[in-house]
């Protein structure tokens, strides 16, 4: 079992539409989670971390964390084609940073 | 402020060889960690570094050593390099052990052929 697991995609999604992305972790000791966007040819870039349970909003971005379940997800409102990226799940266990393998994402105009 | 900075930006090595990555941090983190990426995969952690100490390695064989310098600057080596080497190398910084997320560089395309 791997231990930060995503849905590769591809996700498609029309302009002005919410994309939602999920993520598993396994390590249930797991204290931050993060995500990252990357564009192709870039390195990643942080848009959200959240610690708790519960809902975290930036802007058009929501994070959303339950440890219970061990799954945390990110919520885009309002999609935009420069949205369109791979968007990365990271968890850290205190010692090791995992990352998921990304969702790609694409916003259609 | 100057960002993560990493050099050199691309490199070609021939299998057998040694590699030397740099990476210099922003300004007043302390946590730098190295990534490997290959291509169509997230980021794979490979070293993490706090003051100048390893706190976590990542599952990768002893070819790849790293160390933090005082400055805080860091350094990733591969000995014996493997064609399967060929990646891109991520190093990124945190103010403290990664807790706050980190800020990557734009990374060391490392070719062996």
């Known amino acids: 079992q791997k231990e930060v697991e995503q849905n590769s995609g591809p996700l498609s999604v029309p302009e002005g539409a919410i994309a939602s992305l999920n993520c598993t972790y396994s390590?249930?000791?797991?204290?931050?989670f993060f995500w990252y966007r990357q564009y192709s040819g870039k390195s990643p870039e942080l848009i959200m971390s959240?610690?708790?349970?519960g809902d975290k909003e930036d802007g058009r971005f929501t994070a959303q964390l339950n440890k219970a379940s061990q799954y945390v997800s990110l919520l885009i409102r309002d999609s935009q084609p420069s949205d369109s990226a791979t968007y990365l799940c990271?968890?850290?266990?205190?010692?090791?940073?995992?990352f998921g393998t990304g969702t790609s994402l694409t916003v259609i105009p | 402020d100057a960002g993560v900075t990493q050099s050199p930006t691309h490199l070609i090595k021939t299998r057998g060889q040694q590699v030397t990555l740099r990476c210099s941090p922003i300004?007043?983190?302390?946590?730098v960690s190295w990534y490997q990426q290959v291509l169509g995969q997230g980021p794979q952690f490979i070293f993490q570094?706090?003051?100048?100490?390893?706190?976590g390695r990542g599952n990768f064989p002893d070819r790849f050593s790293a160390r933090q310098f005082p400055n805080y600057s860091s350094e990733l080596n591969v000995n014996a390099l493997l064609l399967g080497d060929s990646a891109l190398y991520l190093c990124?910084?945190?103010?403290?052990?990664?807790?706050?997320?980190?800020?990557f560089g734009s990374g060391t395309r490392l070719t062996v052929v």
């Open positions: 990124a910084s945190s103010l403290w052990l990664g807790g706050n997320g980190y800020t």
């Open positions: 390590d249930r000791g797991s204290q931050s």
């Open positions: 959240i610690y708790s349970n």
């Open positions: 990271a968890v850290n266990t205190g010692n090791q940073f995992y």
């Open positions: 300004s007043g983190h302390k946590s």
């Open positions: 570094y706090y003051e100048k100490e390893e706190r």
